[in-house]
């Protein structure tokens, strides 16, 4: 059965998967052959705040088999795969096979899941890690051998070097240790601490990070809103999009209503698992928990609350949900007045059913409708490229441009950033731009880099008239001006 929900999960991550980079895996992919390797893990994370990890495995990566779509992807496809079966295990430690099966089945087909799982950035592999942190844990504190002491290790190595906010993980785990396992803290203490003094080298670049991130924040205060800031609709967005993915509805009230009754059906499932308090329950729980809390506070100074990089949590959530349905299938206290017409509802087929169809009809709308896919950087630059040709140039809401722009080119037509320093504040913030007939704005990131839309007054009062507006998705509105 596992290896058939294995080849399952293979296949969902693979369909849609040459969709066009957007920006931050354009970046990533540049990035990896720009630099040499000592540079793309020393000097590049410095601009993306994250450990060097994945940027290593990338510049290997695409040295391997180039800089394609699919190809940069698929790293966190195998990531993405091998996550489920590690849920399977874990499931059968925690609980049993068959729930391990259950929650293997339930990942499998997350939306969310199956989206992060084909990017080529680095939420695939730090769920990987935080998961198998987990399972090793499990195993060492309930059998203090060499093996597990080893593996507890090195999954804390992975989960180190792939993304900040899955530190979090190690929190979680010491304070249920703490709290239901106190004599067992010493068996984790030599490899967690191996593990951390693997960290000191990255010690000498990491303030410098650090430096950068804060000054970011500070510099660009619409960022909060991109990246996640400390608010409630952060909060509330990562059990939303734990049940569609990508998939929204732009009619509010619907939105709410049946966001609403999918969270019901997954609360009363996690009621249900909750009910039988013991330490593998209370170890998910905590798994959840501890990390967005503390994410949500470290908001306050460095924006990192958004739910994309909550992913590592998900694996908790399906084995919590997992628990919960074979709780209530073998109960009698899950009735209508749980859920509707007062009929019992006790079969296990009935309420995983429910789930997979919540999840395949978000697939689904996400496979069929490019509103919910990648920015389409691809459309949008080999269109604009070819329209500019005709005495244009194309000029971006930036102080550079793009990197997929310069990944998807054919360098038909001139491009430039319109900006000389971001966020604009004054007219001496904008470049000089060439008197072409036609400018193709790209209004990209607009309301962060130029919230005065200063460019778009300069060019206005040079003479230029806007006589089109195209509109690509994701990647926003294009203006065409002419000069009148």
């Known amino acids: ?17 040459d ?26 994370p410095i601009g993306d705040f994250h450990p060097p990890g994945y940027f290593a495995l990338l510049w290997v990566w695409t040295r391997i088999g180039g800089v394609g779509e699919i190809w940069v992807r698929f790293p966190s496809v195998i990531f993405g795969v091998a996550t489920i079966w590690l849920v399977y295990l874990l499931g059968k430690e925690l609980f049993n096979k068959k729930i391990g099966i259950l929650a293997a089945f339930l990942l499998a ?22 998961t198998l942190s987990f399972y090793y844990f499990w195993k060492l504190i309930n059998n203090d051998n060499r093996g597990n ?3 507890y290790g090195i999954s804390n190595i992975l989960v180190l070097y792939s993304d900040y906010l899955v530190y979090l993980v190690i929190p979680a785990q010491i304070i249920f240790l703490l709290l239901f396992q106190r004599n067992s803290i010493k068996k ?7 593990a951390i003094t693997t960290l000191l080298p990255w010690l000498m670049v990491f303030p410098r990070q650090l430096s950068s991130g804060v000054g970011a924040a500070s510099v660009l205060p619409g960022w909060a809103d991109v990246v996640g800031g400390a608010s409630i609709k952060e909060l509330l967005l990562i059990p939303v999009k734990t049940f569609f993915g990508r998939l929204s509805i732009e009619v509010t009230l619907i939105y709410t209503v049946v966001a609403g009754g999918v969270g019901l059906l997954y609360g009363i499932l996690i009621f249900h698992a909750l009910k039988e308090l013991d ?12 990390p967005v809390v503390l994410a949500f506070l470290i ?23 997992a628990k919960g349905i074979d709780r209530a299938s073998r109960s009698s206290t899950l009735r209508g007045s749980d859920l509707e017409g007062g009929t019992p509802w006790r079969h296990e087929m009935e309420m995983v059913a429910i789930i997979s169809l919540i999840s395949l009809i978000s697939l689904g709308i996400y496979y069929t409708n490019p509103k919910f896919q990648r920015e389409d950087w691809m459309g949008a630059v080999n269109k604009i490229d070819e329209l500019a040709q005709k005495n244009g140039v194309i000029v971006f809401e930036n102080n550079d441009l793009p990197a997929p722009l310069i990944y998807y080119s054919q360098n ?46 300069n060019i206005q009062n040079k003479g230029y008239k806007e006589v089109g507006i195209l509109n690509f998705n994701g990647v926003g509105f294009v203006r065409h001006y002419q000069l009148k």
């Open 279 to 290: 330490k593998a329950i209370k170890l998910l729980v905590l798994w959840i928990i501890i």
């Open 299 to 321: 908001s306050f100074f460095i924006p990192v609350l958004s739910y994309f990089r909550m992913l590592f949590i998900l694996p908790a959530v399906y084995l919590l949900v």
């Open 412 to 457: 038909l037509s001139p491009a430039m950033g319109g900006l000389t320093k971001i966020p604009a504040e004054s007219q001496s913030d904008l470049s000089n731009i060439p008197g072409k007939e036609n400018i193709y704005l790209f209004e990209y990131l607009v309301d962060i880099t130029d919230p005065k839309r200063l460019l778009e007054k």
């Open 188 to 194: 984790i203490l030599f490899p967690l601490g191996l």
């Open 109 to 130: 087909i997350a939306p969310l899941h199956i989206y992060y799982s084909q990017e080529a950035r680095m939420y695939s592999l730090a769920t990987f890690s935080a």
């Open 149 to 151: 002491a080893v593996g």
């Open 1 to 17: 059965m596992i290896w058939t929900i294995l080849a399952v999960a293979a296949i969902l991550r693979l369909i849609k998967i």
């Open 19 to 44: 969709q066009s980079l957007w920006l931050d895996e354009a970046i990533n992919v540049l990035a990896s052959q720009n630099y040499s390797f000592w540079g793309m893990i020393t000097k590049y």
